[in-house]
């Protein structure tokens, strides 16, 4: 029988928790969770942004309702444990009444029915913090609000409403951030600080003081060493503050943001040792073998933490022991540091920000003109604090020295500023395993170079989709890419192998950033800036080609860089003419259409006519001069068989002949051609509907294929091929109506065309990412990259243009000339 | 009686920049080169694989790509790149915006003319 496991907390720690266990042993445990709150978790870091109104709540959360289910959590929200029965291993709960403030130390919960009793084998406690009051008096009016919940949020924007002045009482990052948010209300707001400074806790003086500066000059009004004892209200709503000064402040508002304090009472009712916080020990358990404790509601070692990285790492060490996948680890405490932005000032600090110590050396950069000061206290030749303001560039590195105690370069100047030569301050394939990369979402580098070796995740993008790392902040993407080189760089392979031209050291995903950042737009532009001035003919087509998917409107063409195909429109065949291929949408054409093909092929002297694979009509032998002049008689335009785009859609008759029809597929067999016609791809793309399983136009052997089943659905199959290649189509979806096809066909072909490697067809595409990965990212969404796909896709349609209209406008002299005739005589006879 | 015989070819604007375009001399076509640095070449239009028309290739490190098979050859010497094949090749040159080839240099024959 499985273990009963009961989590007191549904906040980052406790949702957390039970993720690193199920991660570690789904089966171990049936899992019970309360949660004061009245939802699933969320990320209360996101808060702020919440209240000034960047993010909405629904896009803060964490883990939805359906994860609790998906996982048999059983959850109870809007429940507050009062004690627990350590003897008889019971919880007991009561319900909240809507009212109710989850944190308030008050509160009862209403006794009776609501009542719940649940025992436990194992128990954590992750209860986390409550805001901290001062003893004001007057904290308890109307118009007063603390800052710490989302209902926080809406009721602080609620009440802003009829406000012109604010005050937000606590001078901590949290009191900045409440205070940046209410300024994007449209309030004139001020800040009072006990402290004489801003920030106390991360800053050393003179960075405050900057700090305040910048802060002042946006409008920010702070007043330090400044003490409030009474909150005044007229009229029933606050009006003014009075200071232990006798100084008077008047105001419609006031947030109190003066930090936190762990909420321990569960635990001392229930007899459980605390301090500042829950005692525990190095493996987060209390004096209770059974009953841990994580989070902010803690206290470890004579700390008490309130940032999430000491989170994940305690999370981790617990759920090593109560899975027993490792039950001699432990957690030794954290190094913190936090990078933030407030109100557009970057800041990030770390460690100690003071020293008295003789032995320490101390560097200071001060550049006052640009708000910028950087000091750094190293100890051992390793940091032991560090303050950057106004310039953090050099942060993410600095956080990774500080955090692994790694030994700093002999030259301090490149630790404030990086190193004159360039090369890189810190690797991160010399950090240790345990080393955090992503501090977002708590993951370590051990995971990643797991990811990169069992996973076969070669970029950022894949290790992302599988450990999550990078998909916070983003700012440690830079790391998760030293990682991935330190590790293939060891399975020691020719990296230009991987290169998406030859001319240029980038593999596909890489260049792309080079081009989108450096704002390249022509092939002579790449080639110079990308390519050392090397000009490498067989380089230039699978640029133009990806230059085109990039920059679908500005792309700056060059004929120079295309094939002889894309300069003239046409297929080169064996004695230099061309072949002509017209637009038949779906394969459906008209008696007119075919008589002025007809006619054109007599006129031209089509040494060949025959239909194509793809249901087209191909008139063979035409000479390049007769191009355009073929083309006007035709009047359709281009089919585009002689390029690297998208071509034909094969279609069968469907359901207006065939007695077996099920779905319309010549309808959407021509929404689709006319759709994407001429898209740019890394290689041809040929895709068919048809309209019943006994699927008559080969549905299954395209690059999509797309099959009209029973109950008026459709089946997207991908990465078919029946060519040198044969390979039967992988089920990308099944959905129930045909614009649902054309949306998931834009996504996905739309990440081929950006992912793919130039000349890899989608078979080979499709097989090198894998299937299930393809569902992930172009299903579930779960990169969260396809409503830019759809919109990239859609750009790339609007700038559709027909090449044959060329015919009309030729865009270089002589564009479809054959030989131009040269009198020699003439000339002989100058130098004879 | 190797003396040189200077073909004009008109402007070099007709030359689209980094393409080539064949010019028809006494008959045989040249392929002409023009690189986005601003150089001339001339080679025989006429790749010795399965006669490609050279004019209509890529172009790029003193190369030019055969559109048919691949095939590639130095736009200065005419020498295959990486078989034992070549084609003529002929000096070529600018002068006053017009462009000039020397046709005299590997068809000696036509000297007589």
New interface residues.
């Given amino acids: 029988m499985k273990r009963r496991l009961v989590v007191i907390g549904n906040g980052m720690a406790g949702a957390r928790a039970v993720e690193e266990i199920l991660k570690r042993d789904p089966e171990a445990f049936d899992i019970l969770m309360f949660g004061a709150e009245p939802y699933g978790n969320y990320n209360r870091i996101l808060l702020s942004n919440v209240l000034n109104q960047t993010q909405s709540p629904s896009e803060i959360f964490l883990n939805t309702l359906e994860w609790y289910q998906e996982n048999n959590i059983t959850l109870h929200v809007g429940m507050k444990v009062t004690h627990i029965d350590r003897v008889s291993k019971k919880v007991f709960a009561l319900k909240l009444s809507a009212e109710d403030i989850p944190y308030n130390k008050a509160i009862q919960g209403i006794d009776g029915d609501h009542f719940v009793e649940v025992p436990y084998d194992e128990l954590i406690i992750a209860t986390g913090s409550r805001p901290f009051v001062p003893r004001i008096k007057g904290s308890e009016l109307p118009g007063v609000f603390l800052f710490r919940t989302i209902e926080d949020c809406d009721q602080i924007a609620d009440y802003a409403k009829g406000c012109q002045k604010a005050v937000v009482i606590g001078g901590g990052l949290l009191g900045l951030e409440a205070a940046r948010g209410l300024m994007t209300h449209d309030l004139e707001v001020s800040v009072i600080e006990a402290a004489d400074q801003l920030m106390p806790s991360q800053l050393d003086l003179e960075s405050a003081n900057l700090l305040e500066r910048a802060m002042g000059a946006m409008g920010l009004r702070v007043f330090t060493k400044t003490f409030t004892s009474q909150i005044v209200a007229k009229d029933g709503r606050v009006s003014r503050l009075i200071f232990k000064d006798g100084g008077i402040l008047e105001t419609d508002i006031v947030v109190i943001s003066a930090g936190i304090v762990p909420m321990t009472e569960v635990a001392e009712k229930s007899g459980l040792k605390t301090n500042k916080g829950i005692l525990c020990d190095d493996q987060m358990r209390t004096e209770d073998p059974h009953i841990f404790a994580v989070g902010e509601c803690i206290e470890h070692r004579g700390l008490t933490y309130g940032l999430v990285e000491p989170i994940w790492q305690q999370v981790g060490v617990m759920a090593d022991i109560l899975t027993g996948v490792n039950s001699e680890t432990r957690y030794v405490g954290s190094k913190t540091g936090t990078k933030l932005k407030v109100m557009g000032v970057d800041l990030a600090s770390m460690g100690e920000k003071e020293t008295d110590e003789n032995d320490d050396e101390v560097l200071v950069y001060r550049d006052p003109n640009r708000g910028i000061y950087k000091k750094l206290i190293v100890r051992e030749n390793k940091i032991h604090g560090a303050i950057l303001l106004g310039d953090t560039g050099l942060s993410d590195s600095l956080m990774q020295l500080f955090m692994n105690e790694k030994e700093l370069p002999e030259n301090r100047g490149e630790i404030l500023f990086g190193s004159i030569d360039g090369s890189k301050l810190l690797d991160a394939g010399d950090l240790p395993d345990s080393a955090q990369i992503c501090g977002c979402n708590g993951v370590c580098k051990g995971e990643i170079v797991s990811a990169i070796e069992n996973g076969n995740c070669s970029s950022v993008a894949a290790v992302g989709a599988k450990t999550k790392a990078g998909m916070g902040c983003g700012s440690c993407r830079g790391f998760i890419a030293q990682v991935i080189e330190s590790v293939v760089g060891e399975v020691s392979y020719d990296a230009s192998e991987h290169y998406y031209v030859p001319g240029i050291p980038f593999e596909k995903s890489q260049l792309v950033r080079e081009i989108r950042s450096n704002g390249l737009k022509s092939v ?1 532009v790449v080639l110079a800036t990308l390519g050392g001035g ?8 699978g640029l133009a080609s990806l230059l085109k998917t990039l920059w679908p409107k500005e792309y700056e063409d ?7 195909n894309d ?1 003239v429109h046409a297929n ?1 065949q ?3 003419t061309f072949s002509v291929v017209p637009r038949i949408i779906g394969g459906v054409t008209t008696p007119e259409e075919l008589l002025r093909i007809a006619q054109a092929a007599v006129k031209y002297k089509a040494k060949m006519v025959k239909f194509t694979g793809g249901q087209r009509i191909d008139l063979l032998g035409i000479k390049k001069e007769d191009l355009p002049n073929i083309w006007k008689d035709i009047g359709l335009p281009s089919g585009h068989a002689y390029t690297k785009a998208f071509r034909t859609v094969k279609s069968c008759v469907g359901t207006d002949f065939c007695r077996f029809g099920l779905g319309d597929s010549i309808s959407l067999a021509k929404e689709i051609e006319m759709r994407f016609q001429g898209v740019e791809a890394p290689h041809k793309v040929k895709m068919a509907v048809t309209g019943c399983p006994r699927n008559c136009a080969e549905a299954l052997v395209k690059d999509v294929g797309v099959v009209a089943i029973e109950g008026g659905q459709w089946e997207i199959y991908i990465g078919g091929a029946a060519g040198s290649t044969i390979r039967k189509g992988d089920l990308l979806c099944t959905v129930d109506n045909p614009q649902a096809v054309i949306q998931y066909t834009s996504r996905f072909l739309e990440y081929y065309r950006e992912h793919a490697k130039y000349l890899e067809r989608t078979y080979g595409f499709v097989e090198r990412i894998g299937i299930d990965l393809l569902k992930g990212i172009l299903i579930d969404d779960n990169m969260g990259i396809c409503l830019n796909l759809e919109s990239k896709m859609q750009e790339a349609v609007d700038a559709y243009k027909d090449p044959w209209k060329e015919a009309e406008d030729p865009v ?3 564009q479809f ?6 009198e ?2 003439q ?2 006879e ?3 | 009686m190797n003396k040189p015989f200077k073909v004009k070819l008109g402007s070099i604007e007709a030359v689209p920049m980094g393409q080539g375009l064949s010019f028809s001399v006494e008959g045989e076509e040249i392929a002409i080169f023009r690189s986005r640095a601003g150089e001339v070449s001339a080679i025989e239009n006429k790749c010795p694989h399965a006669n490609g028309p050279l004019a209509e290739g890529i172009i790029g490190e003193g190369k030019v790509v055969c559109p048919l098979h691949g095939h590639q050859f130095d736009l200065s010497t005419g020498k295959g790149c990486d078989r034992n094949e070549s084609v003529r090749s002929f000096p070529a040159w600018i002068e006053n915006g017009e462009l000039y080839i020397d046709y005299s240099t590997t068809s000696p024959e036509l000297v007589v003319l």
């Avoid at chain 1, 090397?534 to 087509?541: A, G, I, N, V």
């Fill in positions: 002579s090397q000009e490498d003919p067989t380089t230039k087509t060059e004929r120079d860089a295309r094939f002889i300069r080169i064996k004695d230099g270089y002299p002589f000339d054959g030989p131009q005739l040269i020699v005589l000339e002989a100058n130098n004879g």
